[in-house]
């Protein structure tokens, strides 16, 4: 394929059958063809099966910990407001701990501008909420990746864009993950994690430093989707 196709279908523009099937094998992936009828409203989303999964190992680990949680945790600076997917702080030590959960990139520029925006305001409207009058000594901003063929394809193809957004190394999140004093100042990793609840003796984070030296542990978001499922059942 040429590379301008691949960038066409990249950017979101229509393609032929056969472009398609030749990005999903490329990817490791099965591709699926489901025909809608456009007089009729789409079907409403199921819930993100994997995203969810991802925020209650999350809020299962730290909370184990003793440490409080918070999902889906809203906020608002003036006329923006969003939400941010875990939260974990310690008002004794005054840090603060926020995750981004992302499962999959079908936009890679507005899931930097909204980490970017969670970065820029969550930490001070958190703050004035639990009465910390100086602030946060430590703030670690983790956007955390499924450790899928698609999501490492995307981190491997706009990787200056993530080291420019996730500018530090893991330290921070494995000091927050290990129980240990959290690193000071203002942090911001990027972290590719494997859900999996069996994950057994196989480390179950990474850094971006070694999205190169890893290989997928799943093909894309439907196959750790189905291993998910069995396990709940």
Request: aromatic share 8%.
């Given at each position: ?49 994997v995203h969810a999964a991802m925020g ?146 196989r480390r179950r984070f990474v850094g ?26």
């Open positions: 394929m040429g590379r301008g196709t691949a960038h066409s279908i990249e950017a979101g523009r229509p393609a032929s059958l056969e472009s398609y099937a030749r990005i999903a094998a490329a990817l490791s992936l099965r591709p699926e063809l489901r025909f809608d009828d456009g007089r009729r409203p789409s079907p409403v989303r199921d819930e993100d099966f209650e190992l999350e809020a299962r680990h730290f909370k184990g910990m003793g440490l409080p949680v918070a999902i889906d945790e809203p906020y608002q600076h003036y006329q923006f407001a969003g939400r941010a997917d875990v939260v974990v702080w310690d008002v004794e030590r005054r840090a603060l701990l926020h995750i981004e959960n992302r499962t999959q990139f079908p936009n890679v520029q507005e899931a930097a501008g909204a980490f970017n925006a969670k970065r820029a305001y969550l930490p001070r409207v958190l703050a004035d909420r639990l009465g910390l009058r100086l602030g946060w000594a430590s703030v670690t901003h983790a956007m955390v990746v499924l450790w899928s063929a698609e999501c490492l394809h995307t981190l491997r193809l706009r990787r200056a864009t993530f080291e420019s957004l996730c500018s530090d190394p893991l330290d921070a999140f494995d000091s927050w993950w290990a129980g240990s004093s959290p690193v000071a100042g203002d942090q911001a990793t990027l972290v590719v994690l494997d859900p999996a609840p069996d994950i057994g003796r971006l430093d070694a999205i190169d030296r890893i290989d997928p542990r799943y093909r894309g978001y439907a196959h750790i989707a189905s291993r998910l499922r069995d396990v709940a059942k």
